[in-house]
């Protein structure tokens, strides 16, 4: 004890000068390199937590001089206990234990540096993910790139009556969060050798953003060789990236918001952790949706909502059923999945998405809450909003109501509209960059409030009030 | 026909005369480079130049068919689909002042909109139109979704009066009907299955998918058509619902080329067209919609209008460089009939050039060539 006690005296002294950031409210990007120049390209953005392979003295002063947090990211091979204490020692405030460690690594980790009072995240597959646990961070590094899904004929996939597909994380984070308050991170990184536009950035970005996660900044090897030269263009991409993640950053309180929805979707773990399932063909439809998993299904969870879709009937417990039963007794509407349906049985740690078999399968409830939603206004309903994902957040109070979009698409959306269940007399529209301005509030046939939105770019919000 | 030939026809038109007995009308060409112009002016004037709107709407109901065709969804380069394959919303909205200002008492516009029998307000929502502003244009604004019974309790009739193609009669929205005056308000384009898509092709979209859908019921309409029409109606795979007519012929051919164009003239023959406007200022060469492989945007700077639908597209087809009398086999027409001459010969209206009278911009001027 009194060894460990010695070994961690110079940890203690090299942690606090950014106790006053939480981590929970660190904005990360894993950074190329240990050129202290290079720093300055952090000037203007909200990026304020550095992930790095490799680490100088002098980079870790520079960065810690700015306020800026580094963690050192371990990957598996060999005890990272070592390393993790060593990059402590050297001043870095945390550990990136990146990838799928030993069973218990993690804890060996933490118990190494528990008098450090250093960060250590978990960047594991999803299925992995230490959902509940107390951590102020929850990571993957699995993740759809987000955009929509262009066949190799350049031509968007659709059906020639249907929208084009957007691959999303959405979903995902949805039911993560449904797990507890930490923050979470997605790590995945650029697709390699793809010409990366910088909407498919921006998209990055925002999908982890509107549905209360953060993206780590990764940028693809020629566009971080081109920004490190200074090329223009580069920094053209870098600066519209900032431009996003400070639009979202200076609107934290749009993470504490809750659901605007009426729909809730009860899914049990393991299919809640996949991308292109039920979540996301509801959020595709831009029915605003509340996600439960089914261990964390309470009469609480369901306040507020009049409609249920219950994916794993045979997962929950007589408990919940009766949960359930309660709602439906009050008036909700329950769609229960067939008798013996079953969804994704065991997550495997490479499978990040459904494969067909299992969207086969879920064909089988998907045109049943099709039928169920319809055109119901179950919170909002969006127009024009093909290429585009929301998400519909609201007070404790439902006195202000959130609606963030994201477009997908390399083309500014016109003419959008939105309409809200209730009576709101202002409405906000919010584009990054700082603009704001106020849009003329109507009323929809069904009595709620419409707004039209001119255009949207790579994203915006519209607050009403 | 060399282009000298064809040059000498077109700007000889109005003053040849002979041709087949079917009636011509004058048609109107206006130029206009783009939506951000004065289209209710050139609109305007156009409908002046055909003698009129107050004679033709003047306390009457004005039922307008729009193109919309496929879903809105789908976009050529992200761009809204009314610089594309829609008809432009602002080009509808002066129509509609222009029909409300000459005394319209009722404006409804009208279309079967792709794959779904929800109203037609979402549809032009989702489309990014304005419909609040389309609502305020004129007096009597309405909408209805021709896709499925809609509005209506029961579907109308329309029988082909002689010599029937495919069908004896279909089976069509009320609106159709319950209208003093039918409008049909297309997109200057190509169409892969015939060639063209103008004022006449844009009728195809009359058929409820609920009775001519892929989904449609064997034998009672589907009022929730999720489709669009191809095994029915493009290749005769599968009849109509039972409740009504079936085709004349059932062991005629199956190729869409020849099944489409017979039936949009069957259709124009028994729903007759009062007024025909051909939206050209921006549009989509190479096919009638993002789904076709090919497709680019085009800037034709034009607006076309007539009262006779076969003469109107005539010349519209004309402006795209093509022979509006081409037989099957020539371009446009490489794997289809020529739906003109398929209308001319149900005596709807002339498709001879040297027939029509064209007022304002002459064809030659007008010319945009597709191809």
Redesign the interface.
């Known amino acids: 004890m009194m060894h460990r006690m010695a070994g961690c005296l110079p940890l203690l002294t090299a942690i606090p000068l950014l106790a006053s950031v939480p981590p929970s409210a660190w904005v990360p990007a894993r950074w190329d390199g240990t050129n202290p120049k290079t720093l300055d390209l952090l000037s203007g953005t909200p990026i304020n937590c550095l992930l790095l392979n490799t680490y100088t003295a002098e980079f870790i002063d520079r960065a810690s001089a700015r306020g800026v947090a580094v963690l050192a990211v371990l990957r598996p091979g060999g005890d990272p206990s070592d390393a993790a204490r060593k990059a402590i020692h050297a001043g870095l405030q945390g550990i990136v234990l990146e990838g799928d460690f030993p069973r218990g690594a993690a804890t060996r980790v933490r118990d190494a540096l528990a008098d450090a009072h250093a960060t250590v995240v978990e960047l594991t597959s999803r299925a992995r993910m230490p959902l509940g646990d107390p951590d102020p961070i929850v990571a993957t590094y699995q993740g759809v790139w987000p955009g929509i899904q262009v066949l190799d004929?350049g031509?968007?996939k659709?059906a020639?009556?249907?929208?084009?597909w957007i691959d999303t994380n959405t979903g995902f984070i949805r039911s993560v969060r449904a797990w507890g308050p930490a923050a979470v991170w997605l790590g995945y990184q650029p697709p390699a050798n793809s010409v990366i536009t910088i909407e498919r950035y921006l998209a990055a970005i925002s999908d982890a953003e509107m549905a209360g996660a953060r993206w780590i900044v990764a940028l693809d090897g020629d566009l971080s060789a081109r920004l490190q030269r200074g090329d223009a263009d580069a920094v053209k991409v870098w600066r519209a990236m900032a431009q996003v993640l400070q639009f979202f950053e200076t609107h934290p309180e749009w993470r504490t918001l809750r659901s605007y929805g009426k729909l809730a979707v009860v899914q049990d773990k393991d299919d809640a952790m996949l991308s292109g399932g039920i979540l996301d063909m509801i959020a595709a439809k831009h029915t605003p949706l509340r996600a439960i998993p089914g261990q964390r299904l309470t009469a609480d969870s369901l306040a507020g909502a009049s409609m249920a879709v219950n994916v794993d009937a045979d997962a929950l417990t007589v408990e919940q059923r009766e949960i359930l039963k309660s709602f439906a007794r009050a008036g909700g509407t329950v769609l229960t999945a067939p008798p013996g349906w079953k969804g994704q049985s065991a997550l495997a740690p490479d499978q990040i998405t459904l494969d067909k078999a299992e969207l086969d399968r879920l064909n089988d409830i998907w045109h049943d809450v099709q039928t169920m939603t319809g055109?119901k206004n179950l919170g909002a309903r969006l127009?024009?909003?093909?290429?585009m994902l929301s998400n519909v957040l609201a007070t404790e109070d439902r006195g202000q109501v959130v609606v963030e979009l994201v477009n997908y698409?390399?083309?500014p959306?016109?003419?959008?509209?939105v309409q809200v269940v209730g009576t709101f007399r202002h409405a906000r529209l919010i584009t990054p960059g700082g603009a704001e301005k106020d849009l003329e509030v109507?009323t929809t046939d069904e009595g709620g409030t419409g707004v039209?939105i001119e255009r949207v770019s790579a994203c915006a919000t519209v607050r009403l009030d | 026909m060399t282009r000298r030939e064809w040059i000498a026809l077109i700007s000889a038109a109005p003053l040849l005369k002979g041709g087949p007995r079917a009636p011509g009308a004058p048609v109107a060409i206006a130029r206009c480079a783009s939506y951000d112009e004065d289209v209710t002016a050139r609109l305007a004037t156009m409908f002046d130049q055909l003698g009129g709107l107050d004679r033709l709407v003047r306390a009457k109901t004005v039922t307008i068919k729009l193109n919309l065709t496929g879903s809105p969804a789908l976009r050529v380069d992200g761009r809204p689909p009314g610089v594309t394959h829609y008809v432009h919303p602002k080009l509808v909205g002066a129509a509609a002042h222009l029909l409300g200002r000459a005394g319209a008492r009722r404006i409804r516009f009208v279309e079967s909109a792709w794959a779904t029998g929800g109203p037609l307000e979402d549809y032009l929502l989702d489309s990014g139109w304005n419909v609040r502003q389309l609502l305020a244009a004129a007096p009597g604004v309405e909408f209805e979704n021709t896709n499925a019974l809609g509005k209506g309790n029961k579907y109308a009739r329309f029988k082909v009066p002689d010599n029937a193609y495919l069908f004896s009669a279909y089976d069509l929205n009320h609106a159709y009907e319950d209208t003093d005056v039918f409008v049909s308000m297309a997109k200057l384009k190509n169409h892969a299955t015939c060639g063209v898509t103008l004022s006449m092709k844009n009728c195809f979209g009359m058929l409820p998918a609920s009775i001519y859908g892929d989904d449609a019921g064997v034998d009672e309409p589907n009022e929730n058509p999720k489709s669009g029409r191809s095994k029915t109606m493009h290749e005769g795979r599968r009849q109509p619902s039972k409740s009504a007519p079936s085709e004349l012929d059932p062991a005629s051919s199956r190729e869409p080329g020849y099944r489409v164009s017979h039936i949009v003239a069957d259709l124009v023959k028994s729903r007759p067209i009062d007024l025909a406007i051909i939206d050209g200022v921006e549009s989509l060469a190479g096919g009638e919609g993002p789904w076709i492989k090919g497709v680019h945007r085009v800037q034709p700077g034009v607006l076309v209008a007539g009262l006779n639908p076969v003469s109107t597209d005539a010349v519209a087809t004309a402006v795209m460089g093509y022979d509006p009398r081409a037989p099957r086999g020539a371009a446009p027409f490489q794997t289809c009939d020529n739906t003109m001459l398929l209308a001319e010969r149900h005596g709807v209206g002339t498709a001879d050039l040297r027939r029509i009278e064209v007022r304002g911009v002459s064809i030659a001027e007008a010319m945009y060539r597709y191809a």
């Open positions: 004929n031509a968007a659709a020639p009556s249907g929208s084009p055109r127009f024009n909003v093909a290429s698409s390399a083309y959306i016109e003419n959008v509209t109507y039209d």
